[in-house]
T-cell receptor, first 111, second 114 residues
Framework: EAGVTQSPRYAVLQEGQAVSFWCDPI?????LYWYQQPRDQGPQLLVY????????NSQLPSDRFSAVRPKGTNSTLKIQSAKQGDTATYLC?????????FGPGTRLLVL | QQKVQQSPESLSVPEGGMASLNCTSS?????YFWWYRQHSGEGPKALM?????GDKKEGRFTAHLNKASLHVSLHIRDSQPSDSALYFC??????????????FGSGTQLTVMP
């Protein structure tokens, strides 16, 4: 069974540029999570979906970050105008029950 | 203050030795705990979960939970160089929609020296 896949694996931007991250969850998993993991810290939840519905986006910096999961399968996380403080690894995870399975992440560096 | 606190920040043990990692939660809404392991360049991978008081053993890994104090520990016996990784404790609970949430600690970097 294929795991959670993410792309791109790496991204380097100048401040003010936009970037999108893509996630393909494990087939059949109804819940999809996006986390931000700063260097040497634990993952911090940004937003999660049950099927296509947003369950909680309270930790998403809404003025610059957005996330969608239009058909309840793949998902896209977008940063409109990146800041140096956004430098981190962005992790996607999916689940059907209580176990969350993580993808390899996208490492973002904002210069 | 962070809801899930881990200690130590880093730990070195010799190959074949015992590694002991600690975690305390301050949120009684999250009483189900996970240990995740993250190797460099990869995403976290679930090792084991525990939600009952006492010990739970899976191979070389033993988790211990004290629900009264919300303290959980992970003990790795016969540590191997391949166990070198960042270990996260995560407190888990269900929200009103029935979905599970995880709150991660800041991690313990384990190095097993050959």
């Amino acid at each position: 069974e294929a795991g959670v896949t993410q792309s791109p694996r790496y991204a380097v931007l100048q401040e003010g540029q936009a970037v999108s991250f893509w996630c393909d969850p494990i087939s059949g998993h109804d819940t999809l999570y996006w986390y931000q993991q700063p260097r040497d810290q634990g993952p911090q939840l940004l937003v999660y979906f049950r099927d296509e519905a947003v369950i909680d986006n309270s930790q998403l910096p809404s003025d610059r970050f957005s996330a969608v999961r239009p058909k309840g399968t793949n998902s896209t996380l977008k940063i409109q105008s990146a800041k140096q403080g956004d430098t981190a690894t962005y992790l996607c995870a999916s689940s059907l029950g209580d176990t969350q399975y993580f993808g390899p992440g996208t490492r973002l560096l904002v210069l | 203050q962070q809801k899930v606190q881990q200690s130590p920040e880093s730990l070195s043990v010799p190959e074949g030795g015992m590694a002991s990692l600690n975690c305390t939660s301050s949120d009684r809404n999250f009483q189900y705990f996970w240990w995740y392991r993250q190797h460099s360049g990869e995403g976290p991978k679930a090792l084991m979960s525990i939600f009952s008081d006492g010990d739970k053993k899976e191979g070389r890994f033993t988790a211990h939970l004290n629900k009264a104090s919300l303290h959980v520990s992970l003990h790795i016996r016969d540590s191997q160089p391949s166990d070198s990784a960042l270990y996260f404790c995560a407190a888990s609970g269900r929200d009103s929609s029935g979905s599970w949430q995880l709150i991660f600690g800041s991690g313990t970097q384990l190095t097993v020296m050959p």
